[in-house]
């Protein structure tokens, strides 16, 4: 593992064992030295595997246990770096889910998908704000969302079909409202940042590996927002390429 820095940025990613929310971590880390990146996962086993990989290259992250849907295993992440560090830096809200089970009614798999995609990240984010508040530098958070959040992009009739999936595109949505209202509580004080991204449809687990794009190239913006000084933007929602219409 590299030195750690006597002064950390501290960070922390959710559902950073695969996918989006590793090449996320994987990127902080290796760009950013002097940031510690705490990588999360629900599977104790699967984070510790994905952590030690990027350790194994002399990055500067650890694995700990978060399970968004869980207030226990929530709790149990703030207190971890409570003690730690005693205050956060970076919060990035990366894991998500598509669908709910197939034999489920509409009902569950709505529920299934809002629990993760929207309550966890809100509880998340509500859960770090106290740590946030002890970091003497810049609170950046960000919310890694999708275009198919967009009201804009649904009902635009100039851009094609656009992929279903209600249960995720509405998740999307609320999860977008959540972000701006957590930024319009801060609006006023600069060294505060809420922010959302869509990494674009990049060949994850998520979607079979269908996506055209690298997981790589999914965490640049997310990379970029967490990365914001005091005089970079708040309340946006964007992709590498710029600004998403809401």
């Not at 810049?138 to 009201?151: D, E, I, Q």
């Amino acid at each position: 593992m590299s030195r750690e820095s006597a002064d950390p940025t501290v960070a922390l990613v959710t559902g950073a064992n695969q996918g989006i929310g590793y090449e996320i971590a994987k990127r902080l880390a290796s760009e950013h030295p002097d940031y510690h990146v705490f990588m999360t996962g629900r599977r104790k086993e699967a984070i510790e595997k994905a952590a030690s990989e990027l350790q194994e290259a002399g990055l500067n992250v650890e694995p700990l246990v978060l399970d968004i849907t869980s207030d226990d295993s929530i709790k149990l992440a703030v207190d971890t770096v409570r003690t730690k560090f005693g205050h956060l830096d970076v919060l990035i809200n990366n894991a998500g889910i598509l669908l709910g089970k197939p034999e489920d009614s509409t009902r569950q798999k709505l529920a299934t998908v809002y629990n993760t995609n929207v309550f966890g990240s809100i509880a998340v984010t509500d859960a770090f704000i106290p740590l946030l508040r002890e970091s003497s530098k810049v609170k950046r958070v960000v919310f890694v969302s999708s275009g198919l959040g967009s009201l804009a992009i649904r009902t635009d009739p100039n851009l094609g079909p656009v992929r279903d999936f209600i249960e995720y595109g509405s998740s999307k949505a609320a999860l977008n409202h959540a972000a701006m209202t957590f930024a319009s509580r801060y609006r006023d004080d600069k060294m505060w940042k809420f922010n959302i991204c869509c990494p674009g449809y990049c060949a994850t687990n998520m979607n079979s590996y269908e996506g055209p794009d690298e997981a790589s190239l999914g965490s640049l913006q997310a990379v970029h927002l967490a990365t914001l000084g005091p005089d970079g933007a708040s309340a946006t929602f964007s992709n590498r390429h710029g600004p998403i219409p809401w």
